[in-house]
Every structure is written in C-alpha cells, then in structure tokens.
C-alpha cells in the first residue's frame, strides 16, 4: 500500500512535468537539429532494458507469497512472454497469462 | 487522395486510431484497478492519468512506490520508461516542426505510442500532406484513444475496489509489463537487451534505493546498442 500522501503528490506532479518535457523537447524547442547517432541508438533501447530489469524481482520474488518463489506466478510470467511474442497482441497476452495464473492456482492448490 | 474536404484527414486519423481501442480500454481499466489497491483515491489515480498519460510509466512509479523505493528513484526510473517520447518528438520534427508553437505545445501533451505509431507512418508513406493536414490527422487518431483512457481509468479505479485479493491482481502488473516487452523483442539486439535487463537486475537486487535497476538499464542500453553496431559491422 501507498501510504506516504505527500510523495505520492510530488511522484504525480513531477512526473507529468518531466513526461510533458521530454514529449516538448524536440518538437517544441530544439526545431530542426538531429541527435547524433549514437544517443538514438541507445534510445531505441531504453524500453526493453528498463521493463523486464523491473518486472523480474515481481515475477522471481513476488509479495503476495511472501518473497518466495511461486510455480504459478512464474508459470503464468512464461505463458504471457510466449502469447506475446508469438501473437504481438498485448492484451491476448495479459488475458492468457491471467488466465495460466488462475489455471495453475487451481491445479496446484 | 481523398483530402480535398478539409476535415478528411481529420478523420482519416480517427479510422487509423480506432483499432487502438482494444488496447487502450482494458490498459486503462487495469490501471485504475491497481492504482485503487495501492492506495490511491479516485482524485489521485485521476491526477495522475491526466497529468502523466503514459501507461507503462505510471505502472512503473505505482509499482515502485510500493515497493517504497526513495522518490528520486521512483521518479528517474519512470522518465527512463518515458525517455523514447524524446525520440518520438525528435522524429515528428520534420513534419510538425512548422505547426504554430500553441499547438505543438498540445501535441506534446497528447503524445501517447499510439498516435506516434500511427501518424508517423501516415506522414511516411504520404509526403504530399500539408502541415495543416498533418495536424488534423494527428488529432482525429487521439480521438479513440485519449477520452477512452481517461474514461476507464475512472470506472478501474471504480471497480477495483470490488476485485477480492483471490484474484491475484497484484500480478497484473508484471503480466501487463510482460504484455507491453515481449512483442517488443523483435531484434536480436531487443531480446539481448531484455536478457541483460533481468539478469543484472535480479545479480544486483542487494544494491541499496533500487539504484540496481538503473545500473542494470544502463547495461542493458549499453548491450542493446552493442550488439546492434556489432551486426551492422557484420552485414557491412
């Protein structure tokens, strides 16, 4: 639970300035001059090593068990990676992994 | 070309972002509901849906400051997640660069995946689009998608209150993540990247204010690119 109001008010308020800056930047303020290359190509990257680097400790040491390692959460983390790499379909992904969760729950008591 | 009317662009643009409703709705939806049960009240889970308008960092900084990682790093993690908008904007440049500042000030505000996705291809594959034209096509693909998300954020933040804990929504999260990264692993240097990603976070989990995250981002930016140039050098 989010119990600290006031950081909350403060993570809500800078992170919509800082989102609206970053969307500004270029179109807004910086006009017609490119970034050099090497910055873009590791931009492209920026999405892919901060979303999985995030989400592992939840899949490999989830709160709702304690910390410990749970068949069914990490089962229903590959049943979602498989859907969406195969499908592209983020939402067939997130309805299919649920879905492994709930299955898997049941199955495994 | 059919833009002889001037509002059909407009609504070219709507077509071209209606498709995005699947995702949108039940994106916003699983926000509202996890926001609710990481505390937040209606009036907060709403600030920040219309104040952030950007799904996956909002996931990121409600799932951190559950974890009560210290703000600083709440904050630099989830701009990390936003950091390719600067590429989006970067690359709208040569076609909205001469729009009047106050609407490219709107622009920005109402810069979600989707639109970029959608308008960015658009302006490609029809260079013969007036500025003017550019702009109206821009807006008409927000409109499925930006009042649908501010809509369901709303009735999840309703609903999720009603969601009992046997529904293991605090795996959502993950699963949502999970959603959003793995169509992304297109590339070899995108799957490098992700692999870099997990296992320097999961080695580092022993560094202090979550700063193991960043370093571990940092490596897995570093390796994306690598791998990326070390290709190209090959193909060459």
């Given at each position: 639970m989010i119990t600290d109001k006031t950081t909350l008010w403060i993570v809500i308020v800078l992170l919509g300035l800082g989102t609206y800056l970053i969307r500004f930047s270029f179109l807004g303020l910086i006009g017609d001059r490119e970034l050099p290359d090497w910055i873009l190509r590791h931009l492209r990257y920026v999405a892919v090593a901060v979303l999985p680097g995030l989400i592992a400790p939840l899949v490999v040491w989830p709160q709702a068990t304690g910390g410990h390692l749970d068949p069914a959460r990490l089962g229903a983390a590959f049943v979602a990676f498989a859907i969406g790499i195969w499908s592209k379909n983020a939402v067939a992904s997130i309805v299919g992994g649920m879905a492994a969760l709930y299955g898997l729950q049941f199955l495994l008591g | 070309m059919s833009q002889s009317k001037p509002n059909s662009a407009f609504w070219s643009g709507f077509r071209a972002g209606s498709p995005f409703i699947l995702v949108v709705v039940p994106f916003a939806l699983l926000f509202g509901a996890i926001a609710t049960k990481a505390g937040l009240n209606i009036v907060e889970t709403m600030s920040m849906t219309f104040l952030v308008i950007a799904g996956a960092a909002q996931f990121t900084a409600i799932s951190l400051m559950q974890e009560h990682a210290p703000t600083f790093i709440v904050l630099l993690t989830a701009l990390a997640v936003n950091l390719r908008m600067a590429m989006y904007s970067a690359a709208l440049v040569p076609h909205l660069?001469?729009?009047?500042l106050f609407i490219r000030v709107l622009m920005a505000y109402f810069m979600v995946d989707q639109a970029f996705a959608v308008a960015f291809q658009k302006y490609e594959s029809a260079p013969e689009m007036t500025v003017a034209q550019k702009v109206r096509f821009y807006f008409g693909s927000l409109l499925p998608i930006i009042p649908l998300w501010y809509i369901f954020s709303y009735v999840g933040a309703v609903a999720g209150a009603m969601i009992p804990p046997e529904y293991s929504l605090d795996f959502a999260i993950p699963i949502t993540f999970i959603a959003l990264t793995a169509p992304a692993m297109r590339s070899l240097p995108h799957f490098i990247a992700a692999l870099v990603s997990v296992g320097a976070t999961l080695a580092l989990?022993?560094?202090?204010?979550?700063?193991g995250l960043i370093i571990a981002a940092l490596l897995a930016m570093i390796a994306g690119a690598g791998v990326e140039q070390k290709l190209k050098r090959r193909r060459a």
């Open positions: - | 660069g001469r729009a009047p989990i022993w560094v202090p204010y979550n700063l």
